[in-house]
């Protein structure tokens, strides 16, 4: 069984960051561990909210699996609760042992070209540096954005998309994934545009974009699990990003069905056993 670390917050209500992605990642059939940054009563798009940074509590649970020789096959980031914690994983990354594992960055930082709550207009350069040692980055396009420096606007055409993709793999990513597009003329679709960097190939899937009166919170961390949880089960990253889609665009159909749907959250629990049933279905063909 493979063993996933995911590095990001517990929001202790909210269904999203290590909230959304035990679950997941325990229900593709693969170890999680979990290192938290920081523990928030509820995500940064409350009101009132509770935050305690655990910074220094990361080095010390470091410490302890060092001594303990524990390695992982996948590393996973979110949430990181400041901009040192960029620096803070990426030494980890260079203590942890075993050679070839996967690095997955989700670089968590805004949405809708703003920057959410408590992150300071200086933090992308640092979170840049961490995208930099990544096997996969999956921005959305705030976050591709902020990462490369350029005005935020919605109405880039696919080529100018790529463009953004290929400079940021030049950044040092050996894939870089954008998440939340529509295909150019069809905005009932939602999905995502993938540029390898080593072959300069790419890749794209849309699923169905469920239209809801509000913007809904944490399906890029659903997003990105379902996709970790995909390759720990042996996917191949295209198929992992599709099923990723799918699952996402389900939670998102589950939560606009049901009668007392949460504004905080989507209804993945309710998609779940499509997710199995695909890893499932996967896993029995190899
Ligand atoms: O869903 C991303 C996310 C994760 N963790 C916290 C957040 C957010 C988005 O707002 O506030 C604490």
Redesign the pocket.
């Known amino acids: 069984m493979k063993r996933v670390l995911t590095v990001?917050?517990i929001?202790c209500v909210?269904k999203?960051?290590l909230g959304v992605a035990l679950p997941i990642i325990s229900a593709a059939g693969a170890e999680a561990a979990v290192l938290p940054t920081?523990v928030?009563s509820v995500?940064?798009?409350f009101t009132h909210v509770y935050?305690r940074d655990l910074s220094e509590d990361m080095e010390a649970i470091f410490a302890s699996w060092e001594q303990e020789k524990i390695a992982f096959d996948f590393v996973y980031t979110?949430?990181l609760a400041s901009p040192e914690q960029t620096g803070t994983v990426s030494r980890f990354l260079d203590r942890l042992p075993g050679g070839n594992k996967t690095v997955f960055v989700d670089p968590?930082m805004g949405?809708f070209g703003r920057l959410?709550?408590g992150f300071h207009a200086t933090f992308p350069g640092y979170m840049a540096d961490l995208c930099a040692r990544a096997d996969v980055i999956v921005p959305n396009l705030t976050e591709a954005c902020a990462l490369l420096n350029e005005p935020y606007r919605e109405d880039f055409t696919r080529d100018q998309l790529t463009d953004l993709l290929r400079r940021l793999c030049a950044m040092g990513a050996k894939c870089a994934v954008l998440t939340g597009v529509s295909p150019v003329g069809d905005a009932d679709k939602l999905g995502v545009l993938k540029y390898d960097g080593r072959d300069g190939s790419v890749f794209s899937y849309y699923g169905e974009r469920v239209r809801t009166s509000q913007p809904l919170?944490?399906t890029?961390?659903v997003f990105a699990s379902a996709c970790v949880g995909a390759l720990a089960a042996g996917m191949c990253l295209d198929d992992a990003l599709s099923l990723a889609v799918e699952f996402t665009s389900r939670s998102a159909a589950c939560w606009a069905a049901a009668a007392d749907r949460r504004w905080y959250g989507v209804d993945f629990e309710t998609a779940l056993p499509y997710y199995i049933d695909e890893i499932r279905s996967y896993t029995k063909k190899i």
Request: proline residues 0%.
């Open positions: 990001q917050d929001s909210g999203c960051s920081a928030l995500h940064t798009a935050k979110g949430y968590v949405d959410y709550t919170h944490g890029g961390d």
